[in-house]
């Protein structure tokens, strides 16, 4: 098990707790320094029992509370910061029902490419560009983020956003170890507003927004990767 952060480098404390009664225990490191939160390796499922994680989740543009979920998500973290009226996007990490891709283009017009890990797993993405990317419940899967905020760097074109939804964790130890979003197997990385100022100013992406509780959206800047 590595004691390193993985977004800052930094030395991380460990948090151990039992996220269900009578389950066993389970290993965190958080990072003192940018906040970042993450699941020891030892304690992270395996892909199938990932991908029968992601299966249990019942969604659909059919249901209202779903779509209102992405409607709110659209109008604070998207349209707030372009003024564009032609925008090709990625969704990353789209999941086997693409409401949100399908918001997009209904509502917009927007031309939307799929990528998803199980679900839309050709690299549609490769040789593309874009003026946005969307994550919306997908970074606190992620074991190595930094390689995908790298990622997500490359493919935004001059100017282009990222938006990204996520909860933010408490601060406090004794709080995370009650917070209901580590029930969730399938997630094993957990940042603050701090970790996103942390990648921000590591990778060269301007903060443009940021709600202190589950959205953030980026942009691009001409800054060299650091």
């Given amino acids: 098990m590595s004691n390193e952060c993985k977004i800052?480098?930094?030395?991380?404390?460990?948090?151990?707790?039992?996220?269900?009664?009578?389950?066993?225990l389970r290993s965190y490191r958080r990072c003192p320094a940018c906040e970042y939160i993450f699941?020891?390796?030892?304690?992270?499922?395996?892909?199938?029992?990932?991908?029968?994680?992601?299966?249990?989740?019942?969604?659909?543009?059919?249901?209202?509370?779903y779509?209102?979920?992405?409607?709110?998500?659209?109008?604070?973290?998207?349209i707030s910061h372009t003024s564009k009226k032609e925008m090709r996007c990625l969704d990353f990490g789209s999941g086997p029902s693409p409401v949100l891709a399908q918001l997009l283009e209904r509502k917009f017009g927007w031309t939307v490419d799929l990528y998803d890990?199980?679900?839309?797993?050709s690299e549609i993405y490769r040789g593309n560009t874009y003026d946005l990317i969307t994550a919306t419940e997908v970074v606190e899967h992620?074991?190595?983020?930094?390689?995908?905020?790298?990622?997500?760097?490359?493919?935004?074109?001059?100017?282009?956003?990222?938006?990204?939804?996520?909860?933010f964790h408490p601060k406090c130890d004794a709080e995370f170890?009650?917070?209901?979003?580590?029930?969730?197997?399938?997630?094993?990385?957990?940042?603050?507003?701090?970790?996103?100022?942390?990648?921000?100013?590591?990778?060269?992406?301007?903060?443009?927004?940021?709600?202190d509780l589950?959205?953030?959206t980026l942009s691009r800047t001409d800054d060299q990767i650091k």
């Avoid at 992620?142 to 909860?167: A, C, E, Q, V, W």
Wanted: glycine residues 4%; hydrophobic residues 40%; charged residues 25%.
């Fill in 8 to 24: 800052c480098g930094s030395t991380t404390l460990r948090i151990e707790t039992r996220i269900r009664k009578r389950a066993s």
């Fill in 39 to 65: 699941l020891d390796d030892a304690f992270r499922l395996s892909p199938e029992d990932e991908f029968n994680e992601y299966e249990r989740h019942q969604n659909s543009i059919e249901d209202p509370r």
């Fill in 177 to 211: 170890m009650k917070w209901y979003y580590p029930r969730d197997p399938s997630h094993i990385s957990f940042y603050t507003p701090k970790t996103m100022e942390v990648i921000a100013a590591h990778l060269g992406f301007q903060i443009l927004f940021c709600d």
């Fill in 214 to 216: 589950r959205y953030i």
């Fill in 142 to 167: 992620l074991n190595d983020p930094m390689h995908y905020f790298r990622l997500f760097k490359d493919l935004l074109k001059p100017n282009g956003i990222l938006s990204i939804m996520t909860l």
């Fill in 67 to 78: 779509v209102a979920f992405f409607e709110g998500f659209i109008k604070d973290a998207i």
């Fill in 117 to 121: 890990k199980f679900y839309a797993s």
